[in-house]
């Protein structure tokens, strides 16, 4: 499974980016840096990632390193998947 590429595509779904998650690297920020990523995005965003993967993502989790690049948010997907 291409872990980053479907987390691409729940980041260009929920934050209705029509496309432009395609371009990001595993280098490119997320929270702070994309305004479509407010609070109520984050929620949706891990409520997506849970329906995608088949995991729940506890509150105590959850911080804004999750979130702080592609990279971040993947390896956390990765982690959940094997864990």
Same mark, same amino acid.
Do not use: H, N, W, Y
């Given at each position: 499974?291409?872990?980053?590429?479907?987390?691409? =595509?729940? @980041?260009?779904?929920?934050?209705? @980016?029509?496309?432009?998650?395609?371009?990001?690297?595993?280098?490119?920020p997320l929270l702070g840096a994309i305004p479509? @990523?407010?609070?109520?995005?984050?929620? =949706?965003?891990?409520?997506? @990632?849970?329906?995608?993967?088949?995991?729940?993502?506890?509150? *105590?989790?959850? *911080?804004?390193?999750?979130?702080?690049?592609?990279?971040?948010?993947?390896?956390?997907?990765?982690?959940?998947?094997?864990?």
């Amino acid at each position: 499974m291409d872990i980053r590429g479907e987390v691409v =595509a729940v @980041l260009d779904e929920v934050l209705s @980016l029509k496309g432009r998650a395609s371009g990001f690297t595993l280098e490119t920020p997320l929270l702070g840096a994309i305004p479509e @990523l407010d609070s109520m995005a984050v929620v =949706a965003l891990i409520t997506t @990632l849970e329906e995608r993967f088949g995991f729940i993502v506890d509150d *105590d989790e959850i *911080d804004g390193t999750v979130f702080a690049t592609l990279a971040t948010l993947a390896d956390f997907v990765q982690k959940k998947l094997t864990s």
